[in-house]
């Protein structure tokens, strides 16, 4: 079965950058979620987005946006990169017929120096 | 505000025993329930799920958890350890009855299972 696909899987940038980090969910799942995992922490929801439009933020930074595009898929832009930023970046989708049930990426690693 | 608490950050035991991961949850309307893994460098699994009916809910790998709203509990259990449970355990929860989007997942801080010879 086709899973939720995060690209990159690891992004090593510098403080004051910018990064992109891309979700592809699952086939016909119409909703996206966002969460921050920092070292040894638990996932901290971010910004969701159903059928394009943003459903609901969480305690993501102003320096960070997000969006869903027409074919679904979502990116997360990062700015003025902080080394507070490095943690692991996972993407869920779901299907709004059973919006409880997220499916997980496997992640995007972003490292800042 | 939801938010979940899994008590015991680390747990051990030994390969054939009991596991038992504790979670106690509070929310302002019923919730659904959660329990994730992650294996390390990896992303989250689902075991299972609490949304309505059954309160015992089986999940992948012989896990189970049972929902008891008198206690705001929802324990993770499973009878035989084995050296492949190794990992960190999440328990969250989000609202039910919420769709387009709006159904976030809030976790509790984790709790890594260690699995003994």
């Known amino acids: 079965a086709a899973g939720v696909i995060q690209s990159p899987r690891h992004l090593i940038k510098e403080k004051r950058e910018t990064a992109t980090l891309k979700c592809y969910p699952i086939?016909?799942?119409?909703?996206v979620y966002w969460y921050q995992q920092g070292p040894g922490q638990d996932p901290q929801f971010l910004i969701s987005f159903y059928e394009k439009m943003q459903s609901d933020k969480g305690s993501i930074p102003d320096r960070f946006s997000a969006q869903q595009f027409s074919d679904y898929h979502s990116e997360l832009n990062m700015s003025s990169l902080e080394l507070g930023d490095s943690a692991l970046y996972f993407c869920?989708?779901?299907?709004?017929?059973?919006?409880?049930?997220?499916?997980f990426g496997p992640g995007t690693r972003l490292t800042v120096t | 505000a939801q938010s979940v608490t899994q008590l015991g950050s680390h747990v051990s035991v030994s390969e054939g025993a009991l596991v038992l991961l504790r979670c106690n949850y509070s929310s302002s309307v019923p919730p659904y329930l959660f329990w994730y893994v992650q294996y390390p460098n990896q992303g989250l699994q689902l075991l299972l799920k609490?949304?309505?009916?059954?309160?015992l809910v089986k999940g992948i790998n012989g896990f189970e958890a049972e929902f008891k709203k008198s206690e705001t509990s929802f324990h993770l259990t499973k009878p035989s350890a084995h050296m492949s449970d190794a990992a960190e355990y999440f328990c969250a929860v989000s609202d039910s009855g919420v769709t387009g989007g709006g159904n976030k997942l809030t976790f509790g801080t984790g709790t890594q299972l260690k699995v003994e010879l």
């Open positions: 869920a989708s779901s299907s709004d017929r059973s919006s409880y049930e997220q499916y």
């Open positions: 086939p016909r799942h119409d909703t």
């Open positions: 609490y949304t309505t009916g059954a309160t």
